[in-house]
């Protein structure tokens, strides 16, 4: 089972590149906009790990990590504009694991998270980074991608589609799983994105783009990237 993660954050642009980023990695997110969206979500399941912005329409999110800490174990890490060293302290002191202010890198994000899991005893499986199938060569730290020797240049959506098959490859990924981890939860219906982005991966990565090798149909269910 993924790891699940809760994001608690209003802005629109910050919150699609985090659930893009931490479901690149194999995290099953889930996302909330307000406090009140966040415990309607945190009554029904209980994430491994929360994600909090703490300047929220409907109240601060300090008020979440108290009330977190005091029922569960699990961790929190604030992510947050405010950079005052009190400010950090106080959160930290109700029951915050970690403090990161924005902006930050994502790869420092990923990091913080993995150690605040491991001090909760989560055992996380080593992400796949990379993919060596026949003449397709991907090696998703370097974001390098080349077929048979020859580097390919791809888009950052082409890219961020075909990272998110080697996450699952030999696994099929449903229309919607792709749509909300590539493009956003707002997206899941627009299924021609996927169509006509998989046709340019399959003009990029594929001998014969009518009868790939690589990049599989699941007819009626979506996509599978072939695996050894």
């Not at 300047?55 to 947050?80: F, K, N």
């Amino acid at each position: 089972m993924s790891t699940r993660i809760l994001v608690v954050e209003d802005d629109r642009e910050i919150r699609g590149l985090l659930q893009s980023s931490l479901a690149l990695e194999g995290f099953d997110v889930q996302t909330a906009v307000s406090v009140s969206e966040a415990r309607a979500l945190l009554r029904h399941a209980t994430p491994d790990a929360l994600l909090l912005d703490l300047g929220l329409p409907d109240g601060d999110g300090a008020d979440l990590v108290r009330e977190v800490r005091a029922r569960q174990s699990t961790p929190i890490l604030v992510v947050s504009a405010r950079y005052h060293e009190s400010e950090k302290v106080r959160l930290l002191d109700a029951g915050a694991d970690d403090y990161l202010t924005k902006p930050f890198g994502v790869p420092e994000l990923l990091a913080r998270i993995r150690v605040a899991l491991r001090h909760r005893g989560t055992a996380l499986e080593p992400a796949r980074i990379v993919h060596d199938h026949e003449d397709l060569h991907v090696d998703l730290a370097a974001r390098e991608v080349a077929v048979g020797g020859r580097a390919v240049h791809l888009t950052p959506t082409e890219f961020n589609l075909l990272a998110r098959l080697v996450r699952s490859a030999g696994k099929v990924v449903t229309h919607r799983q792709l749509l909300a981890d590539v493009w956003g939860p707002e997206f899941t219906e627009h299924t021609h994105y996927l169509r006509l982005y998989m046709g340019q991966l399959r003009a990029k990565l594929e001998q014969e783009p009518a009868e790939p090798r690589h990049l599989l149909t699941e007819t009626g269910v979506g996509y599978r990237l072939a695996a050894a």
